[in-house]
């Protein structure tokens, strides 16, 4: 059974930060890209950081590039985002992905709230 479980979400101000995880199984980890993608109330989804199966490369969207970090732990099965200078703009559901090809999956994500 795939299972993707995040955590880490909560309630921060303004320019703090926080660390989401996402522990997998039911598939080989190590063997799919991991993404992080966000959706805010009224918004679509946008993906907000990705890192390949080895973890040797990274990507970010540009409104999240020099405050957040992604990175994985292939032994833990974990993919992890790290989220400094929060604004309330980065308010939004944070869901992780894991891709491989033509398949995809998805956790049920963390609430990430910006508020003062």
């Known amino acids: 059974q795939v299972q993707l479980v995040e955590a880490g979400g909560g309630l921060v101000q303004p320019g703090g930060s926080l660390r989401l995880s996402c522990a997998v199984s039911?598939?080989?980890?190590?063997?799919?890209?991991m993404s992080w993608y966000r959706q805010a109330p009224g918004k679509e989804r946008e993906l907000v950081a990705a890192?390949?199966?080895?973890?040797?490369?990274?990507d970010y969207a540009d409104s999240v590039k020099g405050r957040f970090s992604i990175s994985r732990d292939n032994a833990k099965n974990t993919v992890y985002l790290q989220m400094n200078n929060l604004k309330p703009e980065d308010t939004a559901v944070y869901h992780c992905?894991?891709?491989?090809?033509?398949?995809?999956?998805w956790g049920q994500g963390t609430q990430v709230t910006v508020s003062s």
């Open positions: 992905s894991a891709q491989r090809a033509f398949l995809r999956y």
């Open positions: 039911g598939f080989t980890f190590s063997m799919y890209a």
């Open positions: 890192i390949t199966s080895t973890g040797g490369s990274t």
